[in-house]
């Protein structure tokens, strides 16, 4: 079964205290899920159209549970906490094992 990842890429982050408190709260849902940090940090080397701020991938099992962990009550409330404190491109993509 393929694993499911989650990338995060942030354009902005205009509030760290949004930031922050979606962070308290994403972190055990994304445990909770079976997500497992893989990459979390600001060093990133960019390149063509790519923007020089935070970026996190996060692995899972398998695609269905990466999207079930997006989905889930406890995700759902990291999202509202957040709110307008960010700008990112976040996608959930199928791995190829």
């Known amino acids: ?3 499911g990842y989650w990338v995060s890429v942030y354009r902005t982050i205009s509030d760290t205290d949004k930031l922050a408190a979606y962070d308290e709260l994403a972190r055990p849902a994304v445990q909770a899920g079976g997500g497992r940090v ?3 940090g600001e060093h990133v080397a960019v390149y063509d159209a790519g923007i020089a701020e935070r970026t996190i991938l996060i692995e ?3 695609f269905e549970q990466a999207v079930a962990a997006r989905e889930s009550e406890a995700y ?3 999202l509202a906490a957040l709110d307008d404190g960010v700008e990112r491109d976040f996608r ?5 094992d």
């Open 1 to 3: 079964m393929a694993k």
């Open 38 to 40: 893989l990459s979390r």
């Open 60 to 62: 899972f099992d398998s």
């Open 76 to 78: 759902q409330k990291a």
């Open 92 to 96: 959930i993509i199928e791995g190829l």
